[in-house]
Nanobody, 129 residues
Framework: QVQLVESGGGLVQAGGSLRLSCAASGQTGSIYAMAWFRQGPGKDREFVAVFSWSAGTTYYGDSVKGRFTMTRDIVKNTVYLQMNSLKAEDTAVYYC??????????????????????WGQGTQVTVSS
């Protein structure tokens, strides 16, 4: 229904910055929210950030508050994740996800990976110390 493609990952030194992009295509009119999750080696998938078009709100995970910023381009159906002051523990595969169901209503902003229906392939971010 919705296809997501992440880009912008790479290798960066601690303290550096990267900007990730997630482009959506297909039935983009069905998207209620787009989010970023990440999964490091041997770790569970972790919520990073979300923007909800329906609720008009943005939220960030505790581990990235003050360092990461999520922005959007409505015309391009694209969201971005600006990552500053990167740390070694930020090393992970970063995934873009779309909520196309709004299971709990338009005012609910999901922070759980199980509540997103469509996912991108992921982009690797590696932070060297």
């Amino acid at each position: 229904q919705v296809q997501l493609v992440e880009s912008g990952g790479g290798l960066v030194q601690a303290g550096g910055s990267l900007r990730l992009s997630c482009a959506a295509s297909g039935q983009t009119g069905s998207i209620y929210a787009m989010a970023w999750f990440r999964q490091g080696p041997g770790k569970d998938r972790e919520f990073v950030a979300v923007f909800s078009w329906s609720a008009g709100t943005t939220y960030y995970g505790d581990s990235v508050k003050g360092r990461f910023t999520m922005t959007r381009d409505i015309v391009k159906n694209t969201v971005y994740l600006q990552m500053n002051s990167l740390k070694a523990e930020d090393t992970a595969v970063y995934y873009c996800a779309a909520d196309v169901a709004a299971t709990y209503g338009l005012g609910y902003v999901s922070r759980r990976s199980s509540e997103y229906e469509d996912w991108g392939q992921g982009t690797q971010v590696t932070v060297s110390s």
